[in-house]
């Protein structure tokens, strides 16, 4: 299965792409402003996965629920999604082995020269601040994120804490998703980057 991207959600877009660049040495592209009043800016890992760094559009007056947002005082690691070949099969599957990964539904944002992106994934009515299981993505038609030029950064570790390993493991193998989950008290994800100012951890 493959990596598409992560997420890391933030209470103030601004004042987080500024200190992400001053920690990396690597400054994130404008992505644009989505429906719900979020925008994003991005840093590509490779031509087909990137981080997402997502927050409370500057130029929206809405209060974005996606996330956590409504409720962040500080940026995190929040949620990863992945790209499988068949996204309606994949969910069926995922069904039958016992986990819903949500209703899937289309979605789109424009980017800052006015090309509106549009793709499908899947969506769960879930409070969670941290999701370790991966919703699903499929970008259609539209050019991948990742592949449209983006200043890139290494993904050196991606990984997983939970209270309940095992079970976090069942719960990644009914999507088709592999990740390394260690033992913790809180449910966590941890990433590290290689930048040009040396290796940054995101949690």
Same mark, same amino acid.
């Given at each position: 299965?493959?990596?598409?991207?992560?997420?890391?959600?933030?209470?103030?877009?601004?004042?987080?792409v500024?200190?992400?660049?001053?920690?990396?040495?690597?400054?994130?592209?404008?992505?644009?402003?989505?429906?719900?009043?979020?925008?994003?800016?991005?840093?590509g890992?490779?031509?087909?996965?990137?981080?997402?760094?997502?927050g409370?559009?500057?130029?929206?007056?809405?209060?974005?629920?996606?996330?956590?947002?409504?409720?962040?005082?500080?940026?995190?690691?929040?949620?990863?999604?992945?790209?499988?070949?068949?996204?309606? *099969?994949?969910? $069926?599957?995922?069904?039958? =082995?016992?986990?819903?990964?949500? !209703? &899937?539904? +289309?979605?789109?944002?424009?980017?800052?020269?006015?090309?509106?992106?549009?793709?499908?994934?899947?969506?769960?009515?879930?409070?969670?601040?941290?999701?370790?299981?991966?919703?699903?993505?499929?970008?259609?038609?539209?050019?991948?994120?990742?592949?449209?030029?983006?200043?890139?950064?290494?993904?050196?570790?991606?990984?997983?804490?939970?209270?309940?390993? *095992?079970?976090? $493991?069942?719960?990644?193998? =009914?999507?088709?998703?592999?990740? !390394? &989950?260690? +033992?913790?008290?809180?449910?966590?994800?941890?990433?590290?980057?290689?930048?040009?100012?040396?290796?940054?951890?995101?949690a």
């Amino acid at each position: 299965m493959t990596l598409d991207h992560l997420v890391y959600a933030v209470p103030d877009l601004e004042a987080a792409v500024a200190d992400f660049a001053e920690r990396t040495g690597v400054t994130p592209v404008k992505g644009g402003s989505h429906p719900g009043g979020t925008a994003n800016y991005l840093v590509g890992f490779g031509p087909t996965a990137y981080l997402e760094i997502i927050g409370p559009d500057p130029d929206s007056d809405e209060r974005p629920r996606a996330f956590g947002l409504a409720d962040l005082t500080e940026p995190r690691l929040t949620a990863w999604a992945i790209h499988p070949e068949d996204l309606d *099969e994949t969910v $069926r599957q995922a069904r039958q =082995a016992g986990y819903d990964p949500g !209703e &899937v539904a +289309p979605l789109s944002r424009r980017k800052p020269d006015g090309t509106l992106l549009e793709w499908r994934l899947t969506r769960r009515d879930d409070p969670a601040a941290v999701r370790p299981v991966p919703f699903l993505i499929d970008w259609g038609q539209t050019q991948h994120p990742a592949a449209s030029g983006l200043p890139e950064l290494a993904l050196v570790s991606f990984t997983a804490t939970h209270p309940d390993p *095992e079970a976090l $493991r069942k719960d990644l193998a =009914a999507v088709g998703a592999e990740l !390394e &989950v260690e +033992p913790g008290q809180e449910v966590g994800l941890q990433a590290v980057l290689d930048t040009p100012q040396g290796q940054v951890r995101l949690a």
